[in-house]
């Protein structure tokens, strides 16, 4: 199978491409920098230069292509407002229009639990209302997206799954050390969780919904099976201290950042790999 991965240089498609040069497929990577591709390259990905913001960049990308995993995002802690939206919504459209041209058979999009709000009194399942109008750019650009995809899934028959995203982590992924000033500067609780997927589930989840029939027009959470505080996250750097003041009021909601993962499980048979982040800890995956 011929794929296309968008977002390959980043931390999540820099250790699926690898994964996936290894399971046999022919993959090919869209990236605006070759040179910062070249260890991907090495290991036999097809490299293709392009822009999401350049839509007459994308026929070559997709041309002949039999599927497209499409990582590629501009993040929430960027400033770049505009930026965000042109990639993650603008961008996201016209590869998938590009790619419906093309005669791509199906698109999987990477999209992100944070979509999520609170105030569900269950942990976030895929049909719990989303606002578009998210004040948090990363988040709104990211549903209206999975909302478009969707709606060419309906009206034109392109088969589309969306995957939202735990926090990622892993294989020696910054992620964590990232967050943890952001997690000080937002004053969040010590004890509100966070619902993690380690890169081994991503790529386990992602292969799942390129393969398994029947699953168009879809969304899908994929997290472990066991969210950690983030006092516990922070702890586990030596960070809790610093970041956490000794009085908080009680929690408001429980429920606030953990994700059902019912409904993959049910379709695809997907069942963590690296069900804790304390597993991860222990076998030395972090």
Same mark, same amino acid.
């Given at each position: 199978?011929?794929?296309?991965?968008?977002?390959?240089t980043g931390?999540v498609?820099?250790?699926?491409?690898p994964?996936?040069?290894?399971?046999?497929y022919?993959?090919?990577?869209?990236?605006?920098?070759?040179?910062?591709?070249s260890?991907?390259?090495?290991?036999g990905?097809?490299?293709?230069?392009g #822009?999401?913001y350049?839509?007459d960049?994308? @026929? %070559?990308?997709v041309e002949?292509?039999?599927?497209?995993?499409?990582? %590629?995002?501009l993040?929430?802690?960027?400033? #770049?407002?505009e930026?965000?939206?042109?990639? *993650?919504?603008?961008?996201?459209v016209?590869l998938? !229009?590009?790619?419906?041209?093309?005669?791509?058979?199906?698109?999987?999009?990477?999209?992100t639990g *944070?979509?999520?709000?609170?105030?569900?009194?269950?942990?976030?399942?895929?049909?719990?209302?989303?606002?578009?109008n998210d004040?948090?750019?990363?988040?709104?650009s990211?549903?209206?997206?999975e909302?478009?995809?969707l709606?060419?899934?309906? !009206?034109?028959?392109?088969?589309?799954?969306?995957l939202?995203?735990? /926090?990622?982590y892993?294989?020696?992924?910054p992620h964590?050390?990232?967050?943890m000033?952001?997690?000080?500067?937002?004053?969040?609780h010590?004890?509100?969780r966070?619902?993690?997927v380690h890169?081994?589930?991503?790529a386990q989840?992602?292969t799942?919904?390129?393969?398994? #029939?029947?699953? *168009?027009?879809?969304l899908?959470n994929v997290?472990d099976?066991?969210?950690?505080?983030l006092y516990?996250l922070a702890?586990?750097?030596g960070q809790?201290?610093?970041i956490?003041?000794?009085?908080?009021?009680?929690?408001?909601?429980? /429920?606030e950042?953990i994700?059902?993962?019912?409904?993959?499980r049910?379709?695809?048979?997907?069942? @963590?790999l690296v069900?804790?982040?304390?597993v991860?800890r222990?076998?030395?995956?972090?």
């Open positions: 199978m011929k794929i296309l991965i968008t977002g390959a931390k498609g820099s250790r699926l491409v994964r996936m040069l290894a399971k046999g022919e993959v090919h990577i869209l990236v605006r920098d070759a040179a910062k591709a260890a991907l390259a090495e290991l990905a097809g490299v293709i230069v #822009d999401l350049t839509p960049t994308l @026929p %070559a990308a002949g292509v039999d599927a497209v995993i499409h990582l %590629a995002a993040f929430r802690t960027f400033t #770049d407002t930026g965000i939206v042109k990639t *993650n919504h603008a961008g996201t016209a998938a !229009n590009a790619a419906m041209a093309a005669g791509v058979k199906r698109l999987v999009f990477v999209s *944070n979509v999520y709000g609170s105030g569900y009194r269950h942990p976030a399942r895929e049909d719990d209302p989303v606002d578009i004040p948090r750019p990363y988040s709104s990211k549903i209206a997206a909302q478009e995809l709606s060419l899934h309906k !009206n034109k028959g392109f088969d589309v799954r969306v939202r995203l735990g /926090f990622v892993g294989e020696k992924d964590i050390a990232e967050i000033p952001y997690l000080k500067r937002w004053k969040r010590s004890g509100s966070m619902h993690m890169h081994l589930d991503v989840a992602l799942l919904l390129l393969h398994t #029939d029947g699953l *168009n027009g879809e899908f997290c099976d066991a969210p950690i505080t516990e702890d586990s750097v809790a201290a610093d956490f003041d000794t009085a908080e009021e009680p929690l408001a909601d429980p /429920f950042g994700m059902d993962i019912s409904k993959l049910s379709a695809t048979g997907f069942r @963590p069900p804790s982040y304390y991860a222990d076998m030395g995956l972090l």
